[in-house]
């Protein structure tokens, strides 16, 4: 049964409506984020809390407050001279309308009529709304103070790039170990995650120091790691199925164009770069960084044009690379080559850092093993278009940090720029991660389809994750108040609605079961698939 | 004093001396025998039956001209003087006016003035607790006694009127509570006066 709150009394469609409260309805028992039903006369409004505030019916009554010690005073007073109010904003209908019956909630395009009941969503409602789990639907969490489960579609959710979103310490990390989850459970793409900190791959910790398993201990045959630090990961006692090594002929001068600001090079050292390359080839790196300081030099950077204190600048920052252990004169086996051959198998791949963990090492690696699975899918996608076959496997990559990638300055030229903007097309789409989204290009964060957003308290971060999203303010007041732990904002184009959830357990055993499907459903599966192949 | 409620039949308590479409004044049978301020009381007019609250009794010599005088001082109490002169029962008179409330024709209620007033000499019952309790369910009443000129305060007559009725309810405290929410909503421009009336019915 739904619970009575109190009745519309004004409002407007962008503003959202003021529902006063009845005197039964305690206004402290109300919270922002909460949904709530409107019934209007046709139809029922699906709507959020978006602000709670107080109303007294005579201005004296603020200035000679009444004794409140007197209970009877203040149970007489309380619902009728001063009372509660709520900010409602409509977000989608429910019945009434024919396309409401048949596709669903509607987006709302009015408000209800004047002194509508407001009530409390039930829970009814709200599967109506956010969908039960299904094959395609994950449950990512509960709406706050209800037992109902929000899903996230999935399957909408990987055509386009996402981002999770929150200051260090509300719970990014588990989020996205349970969106990868999702993804490996309920859609068909594939995921390459770059582990920075080695979270996502094997076992990482909680806030109290507790271990959590992750992806591989949870779907052994269905996650690969691989490694830059071989060393690190035998330690941890991680099973590691690769180590990656990179050569210095497969660093390109894109590469360094991202480390120009962690490498402090200047303007001109990152032109010099393009044009070593061009004088080089393949091998740049190795021979720009053996060249000694002689007189054959000194002709050589004065014929590339390269002034001395450019190139011992470049040099510097070269050096800073051809230190990291990864990083060897000729790789054995081709990386890049390697991953593709996991994913194609329908293999998630966590690539996990080790010890690497400072940030050169990350841009460089991140961005070079994207840059080169990116053109394989353009390759794969056109090839399947013009041959009329299956494009290649939908992926997802999966980066920390992303700020770094996805600054202004570096959005443009970087794969991950690309990425965001138009691999899409080719079925390539980011799972983005950060801590300060304000430092993401405009025009990136404009392209993700779903936002998920843990507590963030910086307003142009918070600026920066609402651009462009209607009832920006309501949400604002939202996503500052949300608790540090465990709660986010997902709004965009996996859910109706924007959603504030209470994120599903992860870290306990009883948790783990719920990720692992029953044997039951998996051998109906499997039934179901052996069918398919079957009869085509 | 304490009126017994529980009779089966309404007591009689009086008999119209004056009326108009407002009030009606009624005189008691026996001297100082008026019902309590705020009382709701009845009377009959068939086929209606007008209800009306007491907002004011008064005790005075029969004959306008003639005002009491003082005879105790010689007398050991107050009583004495009434034993002593036992016509003085017969000289003096209890009166008690009621504000017209609402009417009852056939099976409705309905809380708003009666076509006609009351007619002189008829008899004035106090209503039994049921009666009250079905009258009171609606605070319509409440608007009337606001917007009414009377002798008397109507703050007081209010709080008067309130605190009588709920004694025929068993949560009293419920029934005050909700009449005090329709006087919040009905006097929303005048706290001051609110808070007068609500001190005087909290228990």
């Known amino acids: 049964m739904s619970e009575r709150l109190g009745i519309v009394v004004s409002g407007s469609l962008n503003k959202g409506v003021e529902v006063r409260l009845d005197s039964s309805a305690s206004v402290e028992e109300m919270a922002v984020g909460r949904y709530v039903t409107i019934e209007g006369e046709k139809q029922r409004f699906f709507s959020m809390i978006t602000d709670v505030s107080l109303g007294v019916i005579d201005q004296k009554l603020t200035v000679t407050p009444p004794d409140i010690s007197d209970p009877f005073m203040a149970e007489v007073l309380a619902g009728t001279s001063t009372y509660g109010t709520l900010h409602v904003l409509p977000m989608l209908t429910i019945g009434g309308e024919v396309a409401s019956l048949i596709e669903g909630p509607q987006p709302v395009k009015t408000v209800p009529s004047h002194f509508s009941a407001v009530n409390l969503a039930s829970q009814r409602d709200v599967e109506l709304v956010f969908g039960s789990e299904d094959e395609r639907k994950f449950y990512i969490g509960t709406p706050l103070d209800m037992e109902t489960k929000v899903c996230l579609n999935l399957e909408e959710l990987v055509k386009r790039s996402n981002g999770v979103f929150g200051k260090s310490g509300t719970g990014k990390t588990f989020l996205t170990r349970l969106l990868l989850i999702g993804m490996l459970q309920k859609s068909k793409a594939v995921n390459l995650v770059f582990d920075m900190h080695n979270e996502y791959g094997w076992e990482g910790r909680n806030e109290r120091g507790q271990k959590v398993k992750a992806l591989k201990q949870l779907f052994p045959s269905r996650v690969a790691v691989f490694t830059l630090d071989e060393e690190n990961s035998r330690h941890r006692g991680v099973s590691t199925d690769f180590v990656v090594k990179i050569g210095f002929d497969e660093i390109e001068p894109e590469d360094i164009v991202l480390l120009r600001q962690t490498l402090n090079l200047t303007g001109p050292a990152v032109e010099a770069v393009y044009q070593l390359h061009r004088r080089f080839g393949k091998n740049w790196l190795q021979e720009a960084t053996d060249l000694k300081d002689s007189e054959e030099t000194r002709e050589l950077l004065k014929d590339l044009d390269i002034h001395e204190s450019t190139f011992q600048n470049l040099k510097r920052g070269l050096a800073t690379i051809r230190r990291l252990p990864f990083i060897e004169p000729h790789a054995p086996t081709d990386a890049v080559k390697r991953i593709l051959e996991y994913l194609d198998r329908g293999i998630n791949v966590v690539l996990e850092f080790g010890r690497y963990r400072d940030i050169i090492a990350y841009i460089l690696v991140a961005n070079m093993l994207a840059r080169r699975i990116y053109t394989q899918y353009q390759d794969r996608t056109e090839k399947a278009l013009g041959e009329g076959i299956a494009p290649p496997r939908p992926l997802v990559i999966t980066i920390e940090e992303a700020h770094k990638f996805l600054n202004q300055e570096v959005a443009s030229q970087t794969i991950f720029g690309t990425i965001a903007r138009e691999m899409r097309k080719y079925n390539v789409t980011l799972l983005v991660i950060d801590q300060r989204p304000s430092g993401i290009d405009a025009e990136v964060m404009s392209q993700i389809g779903t936002k998920i957003t843990c507590l963030l308290d910086n307003d142009r971060d918070i600026d920066s994750v609402l651009a462009g999203v209607s009832a920006k303010s309501e949400l604002k007041s939202v996503l500052s108040r949300l608790e540090s732990k465990q709660q986010a904002l997902i709004f965009g184009h996996a859910v109706p609605m924007p959603v504030v959830v209470r994120t599903r357990e992860y870290g306990s055993a009883e948790s783990y079961k719920g990720f692992i499907p029953s044997e039951e459903a998996e051998t109906r599966k499997q039934a179901e698939k052996d069918i398919e192949e079957l009869w085509g | 004093m304490r ?201």
């Open chain 2, 3 to 203: 009126l017994i409620l529980n009779t089966a039949e309404p007591q009689r308590v009086g008999e119209v001396i004056d009326a108009s479409t407002t009030d009606f004044t009624a005189q008691c049978y026996e001297l100082y025998q008026s019902p309590p301020l705020g009382s709701l009381v009845k009377t009959r007019d068939l086929p209606l039956e007008l209800y009306g609250l007491v907002y004011n009794a008064a005790t005075t010599s029969i004959e306008p001209g003639r005002r009491p005088i003082a005879r105790g001082k010689d007398e050991a109490s107050e009583e004495e003087i009434y034993r002593s002169s036992p016509q003085l029962m017969k000289l003096l008179r209890s009166e008690f006016s009621a504000l017209v409330v609402g009417h009852r024709q056939g099976d409705r209620l309905y809380h708003y003035l009666p076509p006609k007033p009351a007619r002189i000499h008829s008899f004035v019952y106090l209503c039994p607790p049921e009666e009250v309790k079905e009258f009171s369910q609606s605070f319509d009443f409440l608007n009337m006694l606001i917007n009414t000129r009377l002798p008397v305060s109507t703050d007081e007559l209010i709080a008067a009127c309130l605190r009588q009725m709920c004694q025929v309810y068993e949560d009293r405290h419920a029934f005050l509570v909700a009449a005090g929410k329709e006087l919040a909503i009905l006097l929303s421009g005048q706290f001051n006066q609110l808070k007068a009336i609500l001190g005087r019915i909290r228990e």
